[in-house]
């Protein structure tokens, strides 16, 4: 059974510094790996996501790297600012059941002006 | 587009109160799919469709919880009688095709049951 854990499960950091949000599969057979962001009372806004067959996707100051082999996904986000404050929740899609999405727990950011 | 639109935003019932929560997926988008968020589970599928017909629902919690798709752009998850426990985030989400495969959330719903 596919599992999904994010660590850290909370982060604060002082704006201005880079940093790495980090999430763990345990069945490397997957299709995609999904990154989203949630904001306090808000649904899921998608951010990246990443074919199987990809090491990394970017956006302007996220880039999101896959190692599909050992079961691990990256979130970097470049010069934090205060508005990245929220949780980011990562989803795999795997190949035993393709239309369903398995999330991790997210993490939760903190970035201090 | 508007992206996907629930209603009601909020909602605050009783115990045993039946409740609908609503859902309009992105226009063209094939998939349809009900989520539910707690602090302790994290966010759950409930279930899914297809072309407006119900692919699994092997996540819906109870016989309480029933979902229906009477047409492609409107979507109902119905919770009769409610309870408290089931007071959590309920969102929709859609996607165009499995090639695609990128989910768009709705805004969800606040579903507190006294």
């Known amino acids: 059974k596919q599992e999904v854990t994010q660590i850290p499960a909370a982060l604060s950091v002082p704006e201005g510094e880079n940093l790495v949000l980090n999430c763990s599969f345990t069945?490397?057979?997957?299709?995609?790996l999904q990154w989203f962001r949630q904001d306090p009372g808000k649904g899921l806004t998608s951010l990246l996501l990443?074919?199987?067959?990809?090491r990394e996707q970017t956006s302007g100051r996220l880039n999101a790297s896959l190692d599909k082999s050992s079961g691990r996904s990256t979130l970097y986000i470049a010069a934090s600012q205060p508005g990245d404050s929220a949780t980011y929740l990562c989803?795999?899609?795997?190949?035993?059941?393709?239309?369903?999405?398995?999330f991790g727990p997210g993490t939760s950011l903190s970035v201090i002006p | 587009d508007a992206g996907v639109i629930q209603s009601p935003r909020h909602e605050v019932t009783e115990m045993g109160q039946e409740v609908t929560l609503r859902c309009k997926p992105i226009?063209?988008?094939?998939?349809l799919f009900w989520y539910r968020q707690t602090m302790m589970r994290g966010l759950e599928l409930l279930i899914y469709?297809?072309?407006?017909?119900?692919?699994?629902d092997s996540g819906m919690p109870e016989d309480r919880f029933s979902a229906k798709m009477p047409n492609a752009s409107f979507s109902t998850l119905k919770i009769q009688p409610s309870e408290p426990r089931d007071s959590a985030v309920y969102f929709c989400?859609?996607?165009?095709?499995?090639?695609?495969?990128?989910?768009?959330f709705g805004p969800g719903t606040r579903l507190t049951v006294l």
């Open positions: 226009s063209g988008h094939d998939y």
């Open positions: 989803a795999v899609r795997p190949k035993t059941s393709y239309d369903k999405v398995i």
């Open positions: 069945d490397s057979a997957i299709y995609n």
């Open positions: 989400a859609s996607t165009m095709d499995r090639v695609a495969n990128e989910q768009f």
């Open positions: 469709f297809n072309n407006n017909v119900p692919i699994d």
């Open positions: 990443i074919q199987s067959s990809q």
